[in-house]
């Protein structure tokens, strides 16, 4: 009797996991908790950061509880090659990357973003591969899956209008999550599924962007 009801628990996992989606893992696809702000590790974090990042294009901010550091696409991209990174921006990333290699307690999620001028498909391709190309450095670096992760987002998040050229500059940009490793996945939930309300996002924003 024991045998059979093993039997049948692992035939039942098995099942389960051939039904969960591919591009999500199991892990994510659940329910987790919000990631918990620590102000303390936030107010230690920041200063070494910024300082990372002195004399360079990109912008460094507090946002629910993590820190996030935005590199505008027009300064760190090829034009004609969307995975590319300039060479002055390496240094930069580099030394992002540097610094959360030496503490095993932060991670990182890097996301791609785009305007709202392309298909929906070309918009998530373009801005995955733009996120696939500063998590490389991070890879370089020695950061795992447990403690990196990437998504392409499209034109789902704009920060400002895409009615005008400053607001789709201002939208075409990668921006690299750091927050503590324990609240990883928690992150990361929030882009599993595409924003469902870009507009709100925008129209808080726009006022910054002008």
């Given amino acids: 009797m024991k045998l059979l009801k093993s039997a049948s628990l692992i035939f039942c996992l098995v099942i389960a996991g051939c039904s969960s989606d591919s591009k999500k893992p199991a892990e994510e696809v659940a329910a987790?908790?919000?990631?918990?702000?620590?102000?303390?590790?936030?107010?230690?974090?920041?200063?070494?950061?910024?300082?990372?990042?002195?004399?360079?294009?990109?912008?460094?901010?507090?946002?629910?509880?993590?820190?996030?550091?935005t590199a505008p696409v027009d300064a760190s991209f090829n034009p004609d090659r969307p995975g590319m990174l300039l060479p002055v921006?390496?240094?930069?990333?580099?030394?992002?990357?540097?610094?959360?290699?030496?503490?095993?307690?932060?991670?990182?999620?890097?996301?791609?973003?785009?305007?709202?001028?392309?298909?929906?498909?070309?918009?998530?391709?373009?801005?995955?591969?733009?996120?696939?190309?500063?998590?490389?450095?991070?890879?370089?670096?020695?950061?795992?899956?447990?403690?990196?992760?990437?998504?392409?987002?499209?034109?789902?998040?704009?920060?400002a209008s895409n009615e005008h050229a400053e607001g789709r500059a201002l939208n075409r940009r990668v921006e690299m999550l750091l927050a503590p490793q324990a609240t990883l996945l928690a992150l990361v939930a929030r882009y599993n599924e595409p924003v469902t309300e870009p507009t709100r996002v925008a129209t808080a924003e726009v006022t910054q962007a002008k």
């Fill in 89 to 159: 921006t390496l240094g930069p990333i580099s030394r992002v990357a540097k610094l959360v290699e030496g503490d095993e307690k932060t991670a990182v999620v890097v996301l791609g973003h785009a305007d709202g001028t392309g298909s929906v498909e070309v918009n998530r391709e373009v801005s995955r591969k733009r996120a696939g190309a500063v998590a490389a450095i991070f890879r370089l670096s020695g950061l795992k899956h447990d403690r990196l992760r990437i998504r392409g987002l499209g034109s789902d998040m704009p920060r």
């Fill in 32 to 69: 987790v908790p919000e990631p918990v702000v620590d102000p303390a590790w936030l107010d230690a974090y920041e200063p070494r950061l910024r300082d990372a990042l002195k004399d360079s294009s990109f912008e460094v901010d507090r946002r629910d509880g993590m820190l996030v550091v």
